[in-house]
């Protein structure tokens, strides 16, 4: 069974642009999370999904806006992007949105 | 405040030896308790999770301690070996958020051979 796909797996961008980032969850699971993980740190949670429904949404500013298809895969959009945007973010799926979630390789980017 | 704290940030084991992380949380509203093991450049995988009515958990080499008194929980793994070098991350969620984890700074672990 294929896992959590996210592309691009490496992205640069410059500052003021906008980025979409997209993930693609383990089939059969409803729920996708969106995290930033900046380099050293943990995962910071961003966003959650659940049957197309925004779930919950972490400490971020308006730049970020994330959606999820009916397919249940999911896209996160960051506009107007900073230099401090940097980091590798991490989708991660579950069936029910419960426990469990698995974690894709991430999306590494990179704004200059 | 919704903070899980990690300690310590860097071990260094020798092969065989016993690995132990520590995390703590100030959030009783926490119910759920997992670990992830991360590699360069890949994404955490889950290791092992509990929750709270359970004070200790074991999976292979690996066994979650809970204190939940103290609000306190550790990682420990058995006779480690070099393959198991990699970042751990200590996590928490609250019931009806468990797409939303907090995450601990990370520990970064090394067995020398």
């Known amino acids: 069974d294929a896992g959590v796909t996210q592309s691009p797996t490496h992205l640069i961008k410059t500052r003021g642009q906008h980025v979409t980032l997209r993930c693609s969850p383990i089939s059969g699971h409803k729920s996708v999370s969106w995290y930033q993980q900046v380099l050293g740190q943990g995962p910071q949670f961003i966003f959650q999904?659940?049957?197309?429904?925004?779930?919950g949404r972490g400490n971020f500013p308006d730049r970020f806006s994330a959606r999820q298809f009916p397919n249940y895969s999911s896209e996160l959009n960051v506009n107007a992007l900073l230099l401090g945007d940097s980091a590798l973010y991490l989708c991660?799926?579950?069936?029910?949105?419960?426990?469990?979630?698995?974690f894709g390789s991430g999306t590494r980017l990179t704004v200059v | 405040q919704q903070q899980v704290k990690q300690s310590p940030q860097s071990l260094i084991v020798q092969k065989g030896g016993i690995s132990i992380i520590n995390c703590a949380y100030e959030?009783?509203?926490?119910?759920?308790f997992p670990w992830y093991q991360q590699f360069p450049g890949k994404g955490p995988a889950l290791l092992i999770a509990?929750?709270?009515?359970?004070s200790e958990k074991k999976e292979g080499r690996f066994t979650i301690s809970f204190n939940k008194s103290a609000k306190q929980f550790s990682l420990h793994i058995m006779d480690s070996q070099p393959g198991d070098s990699a970042t751990y991350f200590c996590a928490a969620s609250i019931s009806g958020s468990q797409g939303n984890l907090i995450f601990g700074k990370g520990t970064k672990l090394s067995v020398k051979p």
């Open positions: 991660a799926s579950s069936r029910t949105g419960d426990y469990g979630y698995t």
């Open positions: 999904y659940y049957e197309k429904e925004e779930r």
């Open positions: 509990i929750r709270p009515d359970v």
């Open positions: 959030n009783t509203a926490f119910d759920y």
